[in-house]
């Protein structure tokens, strides 16, 4: 149990975002949840903890969000970074604009809750953070360029921040889902996978919340797949 620690989750209305935020909560963390549909808001409080409506796109939004939590329990000791969906389209006919914006919705969207929370953690003596990447940042697809090349460069940050606070007690990890049951099903998804089905995002949370759990405490800057055996490390 996690009974007084606080968790932070970014993009927490839906889907795995708001698995991981009903998990943590279940697991004894306070939680504070932003989303920009309003749902996070309002999971949040269903929760017990406390809620923005605003995006992980906007340092403004991301900041009222933090200070909201600071201000309601004075402290941070997780943060999860869920992030929407981004441009999608043939290789070439993708235009430098969807190439910025699918940079903020896959990789700034983790990298400016971390710069917020990290002194928290400094301060406390450790924390943990894990943000939700893909299965196919490192054998991608054509079906998702904008997500596979923003989050291959989340995974050079993930080891490079790790690199630097592991000594300050703050771990960083990537989870990376593959066929999970908040997206649209299709025989041909599901029978693409060795386990023969969709992963679910209860499934996701779990493998979140151990993460950020005392169990995982030697365990920073790893990519974790969860994606019923698509794809295997050599």
């Known amino acids: 149990m996690s009974e007084g620690k606080v968790a932070l989750i970014t993009a927490g209305g839906s889907g795995m975002g708001a698995a991981a935020a009903r998990k943590l909560a279940g697991d004894g963390y306070r939680v504070a949840i932003l989303s920009s549909s309003g749902k996070g808001e309002a999971l949040g409080k269903e929760l017990g903890g406390v809620g923005v409506t605003g995006s992980n796109q906007s340092i403004d939004d991301v900041k009222r969000l933090v200070d909201l939590a600071m201000a309601t329990w004075g402290r941070i000791d997780a943060l999860v970074n869920s992030a929407g969906h981004g441009p999608r389209a043939p290789i070439l006919e993708i235009s430098d604009e969807d190439w910025h ?13 971390t710069r917020l929370v990290t002194p928290i953690m400094e301060a406390q003596g450790g924390g943990a953070i894990v943000n939700i990447s893909t299965a196919w940042a490192f054998e ?3 079906m998702f360029p904008t997500s596979a090349v923003a989050r291959a460069g989340l995974a050079s940050f993930t080891k490079i921040f790790a690199d630097t606070y592991a000594a300050k ?15 649209p099903a299709t025989d041909e998804r599901r029978d693409s996978v060795p386990m023969g089905r969709y992963g679910t995002s209860e499934e996701i949370a779990a493998t979140i919340a151990f993460l950020l759990s005392e169990g995982a405490g030697y365990i920073t800057g790893q990519n974790i797949r969860v994606d019923g055996g698509i794809a295997r490390s050599v």
């Open 101 to 113: 914006k699918g940079m903020e919705v896959y990789f700034l969207s983790a990298v400016r809750p």
């Open 140 to 142: 991608p697809s054509p």
């Open 169 to 183: 007690n703050i771990r960083m990890n990537n989870v990376l889902p593959g066929w999970i049951d908040s997206l």
